[in-house]
Protein backbone atom coordinates (compact mmCIF):
# COMPACT_ATOMS: atom_id res chain seq x y z
CA UNK A 1 0.00 0.00 0.00
CA UNK A 2 0.95 3.60 -0.89
CA UNK A 3 1.94 5.45 2.46
CA UNK A 4 1.14 8.50 3.17
CA UNK A 5 2.93 11.55 3.62
CA UNK A 6 3.26 14.82 5.46
CA UNK A 7 2.13 17.86 3.10
CA UNK A 8 4.21 19.63 1.02
CA UNK A 9 5.92 22.34 3.18
CA UNK A 10 4.41 20.93 6.34
CA UNK A 11 6.89 18.90 8.77
CA UNK A 12 6.69 17.48 11.95
CA UNK A 13 9.03 18.61 15.27
CA UNK A 14 10.05 15.19 16.70
CA UNK A 15 10.84 15.10 20.41
CA UNK A 16 14.40 16.45 20.25
CA UNK A 17 13.69 19.76 18.07
CA UNK A 18 10.55 20.40 20.37
CA UNK A 19 13.04 20.44 22.97
CA UNK A 20 14.43 23.55 20.69
CA UNK A 21 10.86 25.12 20.56
CA UNK A 22 10.05 24.62 24.33
CA UNK A 23 12.90 26.26 25.50
CA UNK A 24 11.91 29.05 22.27
CA UNK A 25 8.61 29.52 23.65
CA UNK A 26 9.07 29.19 27.61
CA UNK A 27 11.71 32.33 27.23
CA UNK A 28 9.28 33.96 25.50
CA UNK A 29 6.32 34.06 27.74
CA UNK A 30 8.41 34.61 29.96
CA UNK A 31 9.68 38.03 28.45
CA UNK A 32 6.42 39.28 27.19
CA UNK A 33 5.01 38.69 30.73
CA UNK A 34 7.66 41.04 32.00
CA UNK A 35 6.41 43.46 29.61
CA UNK A 36 2.66 42.86 31.22
CA UNK A 37 1.30 40.82 27.91
CA UNK A 38 -1.35 38.38 28.02
CA UNK A 39 -1.58 35.12 25.87
CA UNK A 40 -4.37 35.30 23.62
CA UNK A 41 -5.82 32.22 21.69
CA UNK A 42 -7.73 32.53 19.03
CA UNK A 43 -9.34 29.76 16.34
CA UNK A 44 -6.96 28.78 13.85
CA UNK A 45 -9.69 29.17 11.85
CA UNK A 46 -11.74 32.51 10.62
CA UNK A 47 -14.20 33.74 7.96
CA UNK A 48 -12.34 34.24 5.12
CA UNK A 49 -13.51 37.69 4.65
CA UNK A 50 -11.78 38.75 7.53
CA UNK A 51 -8.25 38.16 6.36
CA UNK A 52 -9.78 39.68 2.58
CA UNK A 53 -10.72 42.84 4.24
CA UNK A 54 -7.74 43.11 6.78
CA UNK A 55 -4.77 42.13 5.01
CA UNK A 56 -5.99 43.49 1.60
CA UNK A 57 -7.51 41.75 -1.62
CA UNK A 58 -4.68 43.08 -4.11
CA UNK A 59 -1.78 41.70 -1.35
CA UNK A 60 -0.09 38.02 -2.19
CA UNK A 61 -1.18 36.48 0.71
CA UNK A 62 -5.06 37.08 0.18
CA UNK A 63 -4.46 37.06 -3.88
CA UNK A 64 -2.90 33.51 -3.63
CA UNK A 65 -1.22 32.19 -0.68
CA UNK A 66 -4.82 31.20 1.50
CA UNK A 67 -5.94 27.61 2.14
CA UNK A 68 -9.48 28.42 2.00
CA UNK A 69 -12.23 25.78 1.60
CA UNK A 70 -16.36 25.75 1.64
CA UNK A 71 -17.37 24.85 5.11
CA UNK A 72 -20.40 22.53 5.21
CA UNK A 73 -23.09 25.12 5.77
CA UNK A 74 -21.41 26.99 1.92
CA UNK A 75 -19.46 29.88 4.10
CA UNK A 76 -15.88 30.39 3.20
CA UNK A 77 -13.11 29.54 5.75
CA UNK A 78 -9.81 30.20 6.03
CA UNK A 79 -6.56 28.87 7.73
CA UNK A 80 -5.27 32.10 9.56
CA UNK A 81 -2.26 33.20 7.44
CA UNK A 82 -1.31 35.60 10.27
CA UNK A 83 -2.57 36.33 13.81
CA UNK A 84 -3.05 40.39 13.85
CA UNK A 85 -6.60 39.99 12.22
CA UNK A 86 -7.68 37.57 14.42
CA UNK A 87 -6.87 39.39 17.69
CA UNK A 88 -7.88 42.61 16.38
CA UNK A 89 -11.64 40.47 15.13
CA UNK A 90 -11.88 39.50 19.15
CA UNK A 91 -10.72 43.15 20.64
CA UNK A 92 -13.92 43.98 18.59
CA UNK A 93 -15.99 41.27 19.19
CA UNK A 94 -15.43 42.07 23.57
CA UNK A 95 -15.68 45.38 23.16
CA UNK A 96 -12.27 45.29 25.06
CA UNK A 97 -11.83 49.13 24.73
CA UNK A 98 -14.09 49.44 27.35
CA UNK A 99 -12.25 47.12 29.44
CA UNK A 100 -9.08 48.86 29.30
CA UNK A 101 -7.61 51.70 28.15
CA UNK A 102 -4.30 49.84 26.62
CA UNK A 103 -4.31 45.90 25.90
CA UNK A 104 -1.52 44.26 25.44
CA UNK A 105 -1.86 40.94 24.03
CA UNK A 106 0.36 38.04 22.68
CA UNK A 107 -0.35 34.70 21.04
CA UNK A 108 1.79 32.07 19.77
CA UNK A 109 1.45 29.22 17.38
CA UNK A 110 0.76 28.18 13.90
CA UNK A 111 0.21 30.37 10.66
CA UNK A 112 -0.90 28.67 7.00
CA UNK A 113 0.30 30.19 4.01
CA UNK A 114 0.58 28.61 0.13
CA UNK A 115 3.73 29.60 -0.12
CA UNK A 116 6.67 28.15 -2.70
CA UNK A 117 8.68 26.19 0.22
CA UNK A 118 12.46 26.39 0.42
CA UNK A 119 14.87 26.73 3.53
CA UNK A 120 13.33 28.71 5.91
CA UNK A 121 9.94 29.60 4.33
CA UNK A 122 6.60 26.81 4.73
CA UNK A 123 3.22 26.71 4.53
CA UNK A 124 2.46 25.66 8.08
CA UNK A 125 4.97 27.94 10.13
CA UNK A 126 5.02 29.37 13.83
CA UNK A 127 5.05 32.93 14.73
CA UNK A 128 5.26 34.72 18.10
CA UNK A 129 2.71 38.38 17.51
CA UNK A 130 2.73 40.98 20.17
CA UNK A 131 -0.08 43.77 19.85
CA UNK A 132 -0.57 47.01 21.79
CA UNK A 133 -4.01 48.43 21.19
CA UNK A 134 -5.01 51.69 22.18
CA UNK A 135 -2.47 54.27 22.36
CA UNK A 136 -1.46 56.55 18.91
CA UNK A 137 1.61 58.04 20.89
CA UNK A 138 5.13 56.80 20.05
CA UNK A 139 5.85 55.77 23.40
CA UNK A 140 3.80 52.44 22.26
CA UNK A 141 6.38 52.00 19.16
CA UNK A 142 9.08 52.42 21.43
CA UNK A 143 7.72 49.70 23.47
CA UNK A 144 6.44 47.34 20.99
CA UNK A 145 10.28 47.73 19.24
CA UNK A 146 11.75 47.07 22.57
CA UNK A 147 9.80 44.77 23.75
CA UNK A 148 10.56 42.75 19.83
CA UNK A 149 14.50 43.30 20.37
CA UNK A 150 13.95 41.81 24.54
CA UNK A 151 12.02 38.72 23.06
CA UNK A 152 14.46 38.38 20.47
CA UNK A 153 17.83 38.69 23.13
CA UNK A 154 16.09 36.24 25.05
CA UNK A 155 15.84 33.22 23.37
CA UNK A 156 19.64 34.17 21.80
CA UNK A 157 19.28 35.67 18.46
CA UNK A 158 22.59 37.34 17.45
CA UNK A 159 24.07 39.19 14.94
CA UNK A 160 20.45 41.04 14.06
CA UNK A 161 19.84 44.53 12.82
CA UNK A 162 16.81 46.83 13.10
CA UNK A 163 15.41 48.42 9.90
CA UNK A 164 12.57 51.37 10.58
CA UNK A 165 10.83 53.21 7.68
CA UNK A 166 7.22 54.96 7.98
CA UNK A 167 4.48 54.16 5.53
CA UNK A 168 2.73 58.12 6.67
CA UNK A 169 -0.73 57.62 7.10
CA UNK A 170 -4.12 58.17 5.41
CA UNK A 171 -3.19 61.82 4.92
CA UNK A 172 -0.08 61.88 3.45
CA UNK A 173 0.50 58.17 1.88
CA UNK A 174 -1.78 58.81 -1.16
CA UNK A 175 0.11 61.58 -2.19
CA UNK A 176 3.50 59.92 -2.34
CA UNK A 177 1.94 56.70 -4.08
CA UNK A 178 0.89 59.12 -6.99
CA UNK A 179 4.51 60.15 -7.30
CA UNK A 180 5.61 56.58 -6.71
CA UNK A 181 3.17 55.77 -9.48
CA UNK A 182 5.07 58.40 -11.92
CA UNK A 183 8.59 57.56 -10.87
CA UNK A 184 7.76 53.81 -11.64
CA UNK A 185 6.17 54.19 -14.93
CA UNK A 186 8.99 56.13 -16.01
CA UNK A 187 11.32 52.86 -15.12
CA UNK A 188 8.81 50.79 -16.18
CA UNK A 189 10.63 49.28 -18.78
CA UNK A 190 13.21 47.82 -15.85
CA UNK A 191 10.79 46.32 -13.83
CA UNK A 192 9.97 42.35 -13.63
CA UNK A 193 6.54 41.27 -14.59
CA UNK A 194 5.48 40.81 -11.55
CA UNK A 195 6.04 44.37 -10.15
CA UNK A 196 4.58 46.18 -13.67
CA UNK A 197 1.46 44.38 -12.84
CA UNK A 198 1.51 45.66 -9.25
CA UNK A 199 2.53 49.12 -10.05
CA UNK A 200 -0.99 50.40 -10.48
CA UNK A 201 -2.60 47.93 -7.84
CA UNK A 202 0.41 47.86 -5.37
CA UNK A 203 3.22 50.06 -6.41
CA UNK A 204 4.75 50.26 -2.63
CA UNK A 205 5.06 46.61 -2.94
CA UNK A 206 7.50 47.45 -5.82
CA UNK A 207 9.96 48.90 -3.61
CA UNK A 208 10.80 45.63 -1.80
CA UNK A 209 10.79 43.30 -4.49
CA UNK A 210 13.80 40.71 -4.51
CA UNK A 211 14.97 41.25 -8.30
CA UNK A 212 18.02 42.75 -9.18
CA UNK A 213 16.39 45.26 -11.74
CA UNK A 214 13.46 46.11 -9.87
CA UNK A 215 16.04 47.44 -6.92
CA UNK A 216 17.86 49.33 -8.64
CA UNK A 217 15.04 51.21 -9.38
CA UNK A 218 14.02 51.40 -5.98
CA UNK A 219 16.77 52.56 -4.82
CA UNK A 220 16.09 55.76 -7.26
CA UNK A 221 12.04 55.77 -5.98
CA UNK A 222 11.33 59.35 -3.67
CA UNK A 223 11.39 58.30 -0.09
CA UNK A 224 8.31 58.38 1.82
CA UNK A 225 10.00 59.89 4.69
CA UNK A 226 10.59 62.53 2.74
CA UNK A 227 7.43 63.49 2.23
CA UNK A 228 5.11 62.35 5.72
CA UNK A 229 2.90 64.62 6.53
CA UNK A 230 3.70 67.00 9.87
CA UNK A 231 1.82 65.14 12.14
CA UNK A 232 3.49 61.50 11.16
CA UNK A 233 7.05 63.67 10.47
CA UNK A 234 7.09 64.01 13.93
CA UNK A 235 5.90 60.80 15.80
CA UNK A 236 8.45 58.95 13.63
CA UNK A 237 11.11 61.56 14.90
CA UNK A 238 9.79 61.30 18.42
CA UNK A 239 10.02 57.12 17.37
CA UNK A 240 14.00 57.87 16.86
CA UNK A 241 14.59 59.68 19.51
CA UNK A 242 13.17 56.94 21.94
CA UNK A 243 14.63 54.39 20.36
CA UNK A 244 18.21 56.58 20.99
CA UNK A 245 17.26 56.71 24.15
CA UNK A 246 17.79 53.15 24.50
CA UNK A 247 20.77 52.80 22.62
CA UNK A 248 19.17 50.78 20.02
CA UNK A 249 20.94 50.94 16.86
CA UNK A 250 18.76 50.69 13.38
CA UNK A 251 18.97 52.25 10.10
CA UNK A 252 16.81 53.60 7.91
CA UNK A 253 15.03 51.25 5.24
CA UNK A 254 13.42 53.03 2.94
CA UNK A 255 12.76 50.24 0.70
CA UNK A 256 10.74 48.23 3.60
CA UNK A 257 7.20 48.68 3.10
CA UNK A 258 5.47 45.21 4.35
CA UNK A 259 3.17 42.86 2.78
CA UNK A 260 0.26 43.63 4.41
CA UNK A 261 -2.14 46.67 3.61
CA UNK A 262 -3.29 47.57 7.22
CA UNK A 263 0.15 49.39 8.16
CA UNK A 264 0.46 53.10 8.88
CA UNK A 265 3.33 54.90 10.19
CA UNK A 266 6.22 53.34 12.08
CA UNK A 267 7.00 49.61 10.43
CA UNK A 268 10.44 47.83 11.32
CA UNK A 269 11.44 44.82 10.41
CA UNK A 270 14.63 42.38 12.07
CA UNK A 271 17.07 41.04 9.92
CA UNK A 272 19.54 37.77 10.81
CA UNK A 273 22.97 37.39 9.44
CA UNK A 274 23.40 33.70 7.88
CA UNK A 275 19.65 33.28 6.57
CA UNK A 276 20.24 33.66 2.98
CA UNK A 277 17.18 34.80 1.26
CA UNK A 278 14.61 34.40 4.11
CA UNK A 279 16.55 36.22 6.58
CA UNK A 280 13.70 38.42 7.93
CA UNK A 281 12.75 36.99 11.05
CA UNK A 282 10.58 39.83 12.58
CA UNK A 283 8.86 42.35 11.40
CA UNK A 284 5.65 44.67 11.90
CA UNK A 285 4.54 48.22 12.37
CA UNK A 286 1.48 50.31 13.47
CA UNK A 287 -2.03 49.85 12.02
CA UNK A 288 -4.15 52.97 13.27
CA UNK A 289 -6.99 51.84 10.76
CA UNK A 290 -7.67 48.20 11.53
CA UNK A 291 -9.87 48.48 14.39
CA UNK A 292 -11.91 50.52 12.31
CA UNK A 293 -11.65 48.85 8.94
CA UNK A 294 -13.00 45.47 10.96
CA UNK A 295 -16.10 47.22 11.88
CA UNK A 296 -14.47 48.97 15.78
CA UNK A 297 -13.90 52.27 16.70
CA UNK A 298 -11.10 54.28 15.73
CA UNK A 299 -8.55 52.79 18.13
CA UNK A 300 -5.14 53.13 17.21
CA UNK A 301 -2.84 50.10 17.48
CA UNK A 302 0.91 48.86 16.95
CA UNK A 303 2.40 45.09 17.07
CA UNK A 304 5.03 42.58 15.19
CA UNK A 305 5.45 38.89 14.44
CA UNK A 306 8.35 37.23 14.55
CA UNK A 307 8.84 33.59 12.23
CA UNK A 308 9.84 31.42 15.03
CA UNK A 309 10.87 28.28 12.25
CA UNK A 310 13.34 30.54 10.97
CA UNK A 311 14.84 32.07 14.28
CA UNK A 312 15.41 28.20 15.41
CA UNK A 313 17.35 27.27 12.46
CA UNK A 314 19.59 30.39 13.32
CA UNK A 315 19.48 29.31 17.06
CA UNK A 316 20.54 25.83 16.17
CA UNK A 317 24.00 27.32 14.70
CA UNK A 318 24.26 29.36 17.16
CA UNK A 319 23.68 28.08 20.34
CA UNK A 320 23.86 24.83 22.44
CA UNK A 321 21.46 22.53 22.66
CA UNK A 322 18.92 22.46 25.27
CA UNK A 323 20.18 20.23 28.17
CA UNK A 324 18.00 17.23 28.35
CA UNK A 325 17.05 16.99 32.50
CA UNK A 326 18.86 13.62 33.79
CA UNK A 327 16.51 10.87 33.99
CA UNK A 328 16.50 7.41 35.64
CA UNK A 329 15.53 3.93 34.07
CA UNK A 330 14.10 1.01 36.62
CA UNK A 331 15.60 -2.11 35.69
CA UNK A 332 13.24 -5.19 37.13
CA UNK A 333 13.61 -8.83 37.86
CA UNK A 334 10.47 -11.10 37.74
CA UNK A 335 7.32 -10.35 38.33
CA UNK A 336 7.55 -9.30 42.26
CA UNK A 337 10.42 -6.62 41.00
CA UNK A 338 8.02 -4.86 38.44
CA UNK A 339 4.79 -4.64 40.77
CA UNK A 340 7.03 -3.31 43.03
CA UNK A 341 8.58 -0.77 40.90
CA UNK A 342 5.59 0.74 39.98
CA UNK A 343 5.16 2.89 43.12
CA UNK A 344 8.40 3.01 43.16
CA UNK A 345 8.16 5.09 39.93
CA UNK A 346 5.52 6.88 40.63
CA UNK A 347 6.70 8.35 43.90
CA UNK A 348 10.14 10.22 42.09
CA UNK A 349 8.00 11.10 38.94
CA UNK A 350 6.00 12.90 41.98
CA UNK A 351 9.10 14.66 43.05
CA UNK A 352 9.75 15.87 40.06
CA UNK A 353 12.37 13.04 38.59
CA UNK A 354 11.75 11.87 35.02
CA UNK A 355 11.65 8.12 35.10
CA UNK A 356 11.07 5.30 32.75
CA UNK A 357 10.93 1.50 32.88
CA UNK A 358 11.08 -1.44 29.99
CA UNK A 359 6.77 -2.20 29.22
CA UNK A 360 7.96 -5.24 27.15
CA UNK A 361 9.61 -6.46 30.07
CA UNK A 362 12.64 -7.63 28.17
CA UNK A 363 15.93 -9.46 30.08
CA UNK A 364 18.20 -7.57 31.76
CA UNK A 365 20.52 -7.12 28.96
CA UNK A 366 17.76 -5.24 26.67
CA UNK A 367 16.62 -3.45 29.87
CA UNK A 368 20.19 -1.79 30.72
CA UNK A 369 20.28 -1.16 26.31
CA UNK A 370 17.25 0.74 26.38
CA UNK A 371 18.37 2.46 29.56
CA UNK A 372 21.72 3.56 27.95
CA UNK A 373 20.26 4.44 24.84
CA UNK A 374 17.96 6.71 26.78
CA UNK A 375 21.09 8.35 28.63
CA UNK A 376 19.84 7.37 31.73
CA UNK A 377 21.49 9.36 34.69
CA UNK A 378 20.88 6.58 37.09
CA UNK A 379 19.60 3.28 36.51
CA UNK A 380 17.89 1.63 39.50
CA UNK A 381 17.76 -2.67 39.95
CA UNK A 382 14.66 -3.93 41.37
CA UNK A 383 14.52 -7.75 41.77
CA UNK A 384 13.87 -10.55 44.39
CA UNK A 385 17.18 -10.32 46.09
CA UNK A 386 16.76 -6.23 46.88
CA UNK A 387 13.29 -6.86 47.85
CA UNK A 388 13.29 -9.12 50.28
CA UNK A 389 16.81 -7.22 51.65
CA UNK A 390 14.62 -3.91 51.71
CA UNK A 391 16.80 -2.12 49.65
CA UNK A 392 17.51 -1.12 45.85
CA UNK A 393 20.99 -1.42 44.12
CA UNK A 394 21.71 2.15 42.34
CA UNK A 395 23.90 2.30 39.19
CA UNK A 396 25.62 5.61 38.53
CA UNK A 397 26.12 5.54 34.71
CA UNK A 398 28.74 8.73 34.85
CA UNK A 399 30.80 7.31 37.62
CA UNK A 400 33.83 5.35 36.78
CA UNK A 401 33.61 1.47 35.85
CA UNK A 402 35.70 0.45 38.84
CA UNK A 403 34.93 3.23 41.41
CA UNK A 404 33.31 2.47 44.55
CA UNK A 405 30.44 5.02 43.37
CA UNK A 406 29.48 2.85 40.52
CA UNK A 407 27.31 0.58 42.12
CA UNK A 408 25.53 1.42 45.70
CA UNK A 409 23.26 -0.60 47.79
CA UNK A 410 20.33 2.20 48.79
CA UNK A 411 17.41 1.13 51.64
CA UNK A 412 14.04 1.33 49.89
CA UNK A 413 13.13 4.50 52.96
CA UNK A 414 15.88 6.30 51.73
CA UNK A 415 16.14 6.35 48.11
CA UNK A 416 14.47 9.77 47.44
CA UNK A 417 17.15 11.29 50.10
CA UNK A 418 20.12 9.34 48.60
CA UNK A 419 19.18 10.64 44.59
CA UNK A 420 18.87 14.30 46.27
CA UNK A 421 21.83 14.18 49.15
CA UNK A 422 24.37 12.40 47.94
CA UNK A 423 23.74 12.48 44.15
CA UNK A 424 22.61 15.82 43.68
CA UNK A 425 20.18 14.67 41.37
CA UNK A 426 16.83 16.10 41.95
CA UNK A 427 18.46 19.59 42.21
CA UNK A 428 16.62 21.86 39.34
CA UNK A 429 14.43 19.03 38.33
CA UNK A 430 12.03 18.96 41.14
CA UNK A 431 9.54 21.54 41.07
P1 LIG B 1 4.64 38.70 8.18
O1 LIG B 1 3.45 38.13 8.93
O2 LIG B 1 4.56 38.41 6.71
O3 LIG B 1 4.91 40.11 8.53
O4 LIG B 1 5.89 37.86 8.67
C1 LIG B 1 6.47 37.97 9.93
C2 LIG B 1 7.57 36.95 10.07
O5 LIG B 1 7.03 35.63 9.92
C3 LIG B 1 8.61 37.03 8.96
O6 LIG B 1 9.61 37.95 9.29
C4 LIG B 1 9.15 35.61 8.93
O7 LIG B 1 10.14 35.45 9.91
C5 LIG B 1 7.94 34.78 9.29
N1 LIG B 1 7.34 34.15 8.10
C6 LIG B 1 6.48 34.69 7.22
N2 LIG B 1 6.13 33.80 6.29
C7 LIG B 1 6.78 32.64 6.57
C8 LIG B 1 6.83 31.33 5.98
N3 LIG B 1 6.13 31.01 4.91
N4 LIG B 1 7.65 30.39 6.56
C9 LIG B 1 8.36 30.69 7.67
N5 LIG B 1 8.34 31.90 8.26
C10 LIG B 1 7.56 32.87 7.73
Sequence with gaps: METIRVIRGMRDIHPDQALWWQRMERRLADTLRRYGYGEIRTPLLEPTALFARSIGEETDIVEKEMYTFQDRDGS???????????VVRSYIENTQWKKEPVSRLYYLGSMFRHERPQK????????VGVELIGSLEPAADVEMIDVMVECMN????????????????SACRPNYRDSLVVYLKQNQGDLCDNCRRRLDINPLRVLDCKAEACRRVADGA?????????????????????????????EINHR??????YYTRTTFEMVAAGLGAQNAVAGGGRYDDLVKTLGGPEIPAIG???GLDRILLKLQDTIPEPASPPNIFVVTRGEAGWRASLELMRGLRRAGVQVCSDVRRGSMKSQMKQANRRG???????????????????KDMHAEENSDQKQIQVPREDLHGFLLNRL????????
Excluded at 76 to 86: D, Q
Design 120 to 127: GRYRQFSQ
Design 256 to 261: MVRGLD
Design 304 to 306: FAA
Design 222 to 250: PKIIDVLCADCAGHFQTVRKGLENLALDY
Design 424 to 431: GLLEGVVG
Design 376 to 394: ARFVIILGEDELTAGRVTV
Design 154 to 169: AIGLKDTSLQLNSLGC
Design 76 to 86: SLTLRPEGTAS
